[in-house]
Each structure stands twice: as C-alpha cells, then as structure tokens.
Nanobody, 122 residues
Framework: QVQLVESGGGLVQAGGSLRLSCAAS????????MGWFRQAPGKEREFVAA????????YYADSVKGRFTVSRGSAKNTVYLQMNSLKPEDTAVYYC???????????????WGQGTQVTVSS
C-alpha cells in the first residue's frame, strides 16, 4: 500500500504562489491516480484537482481552474500542486490522496496524507 506525505504549505499574501508536494512511498505508486483535496475550518473536504496514473489527464474544480496545476514528477513518485494567484478563500488544509482512477469524490480515495496548511492573507 502507498503512503503519502504532503509538504510545501505556508503563509502567503493574496496573489502569491505556492507549490505543494506529495511524496509517495511504495512500489505501486504508479498504479494510482492522485487527487488533491482541501478542507477549511467548519467546511466539508472538497475536491481541488486530480491526475491520472500516467499523468496524461488532469481534472480541476471550477474554483481553481486556470490558477492551479497538478502534475506528476519525472520520478513518478511525487505529485505536485502548483497554486498561483492565490486568494484568501483558498485557505485550508490541503490533502493528497490515492485512488484507482481519477475522481472528484472523497469516498473514492482509499489512502490519504496528513495534510499541509495553506493560509492566504488579504
């Protein structure tokens, strides 16, 4: 089973950028599609982006389309979320997760990282 560890969160001003990383261990990482989700205080966890096993297909929530980019590293054991033009409403804990196919549903992801905090100040 794959294990996931996120990093790269922090405090940034509105309009700034951050790049989140999700490092995976386990030899079967390349067989998983990967997703990014976020959860703000008092809100449900929501879909942000997903990428297929081979990286050829990507999917985005409407709220981040055109600002965020999901990609898989050349070594294939890392997934990134490049976040540009950040807004205060992007403030949340961001999680990466693994699934058998790309999905926008939390319930389709069996393995989750511990999360990394992103705070965008106005």
């Amino acid at each position: 089973q794959v294990q996931l560890v996120e990093s790269g969160g922090g405090l940034v001003q509105a309009g700034g950028s951050l790049r989140l990383s999700c490092a995976a261990s386990g030899r079967t990482f390349s067989t998983y599609a990967m997703g990014w989700f976020r959860q703000a205080p008092g809100k449900e966890r929501e879909f942000v982006a997903a990428i297929s096993r081979n990286g050829d297909s990507t999917y985005y929530a409407d709220s981040v389309k055109g600002r965020f980019t999901v990609s898989r590293g050349s070594a294939k054991n890392t997934v990134y979320l490049q976040m540009n033009s950040l807004k205060p409403e992007d403030t949340a804990v961001y999680y990466c997760a693994a699934a058998f196919s790309p999905s926008i549903r939390v319930s389709d992801y069996a393995t989750w990282g511990q999360g990394t905090q992103v705070t965008v100040s106005s």
